[in-house]
């Protein structure tokens, strides 16, 4: 069965926190991973700021600079693992609809409510993350570490 992976379990696999061995735990255990390029952007988005130590303009500064070596590091550290666990990317709907349907009918907020919106277009029914707003959503299964 698909799963799709949130970019908490990403992050917490890539950058070292409390829940490190939790996400090893799921991603050894789902079968066909898969997540999106909004997740993936938001993992790289949530990397820079670590490294870099800041948000929003100030992180875009430091972007335009040029990247870091441990910036450059995590991007190359992102796409190995990708390509390692045989992650399949998938493009998210461009049904604006079921996006506003979903944001109104659950309460997510817009990337959160892609990443369902993603699922239900593709009959995915399971979610690795550790975001609770996804147990809102009646049509897809959170996902946990000996689950």
Do not use: W
């Not at 698909?2 to 970019?7: E, I, M």
């Not at 500064?61 to 666990?85: C, M, P, Y």
């Amino acid at each position: 069965m698909a799963t799709l992976v949130d970019s908490n379990i990403l992050v917490s696999f890539l950058i070292e926190s409390e829940k490190t061995d939790e996400a090893e735990k799921i991603l050894e255990v789902i079968d066909e991973p898969a997540t999106t390029l909004n997740v993936l952007e938001e993992v790289i988005y949530v990397g820079f700021s670590l490294i870099y130590g800041c948000r929003g303009f100030a992180l875009r500064e430091e972007v335009k600079r040029g990247l870091s070596d441990n910036a450059i590091t995590f991007l190359n550290g992102l796409k190995s693992f990708v390509e390692e666990f045989e992650i399949d990317i998938l493009q998210p709907p461009s049904d604006l609809k079921l996006l506003l349907d979903i944001i109104t009918s659950y309460g997510l907020l817009p990337n959160d409510a892609l990443i369902a919106a993603t699922c239900k277009h593709y009959g995915i029914k399971r979610i690795a993350t550790f975001d609770e707003d996804f147990e809102r959503v009646d049509f897809l299964e959170v996902f946990r570490a000996g689950v």
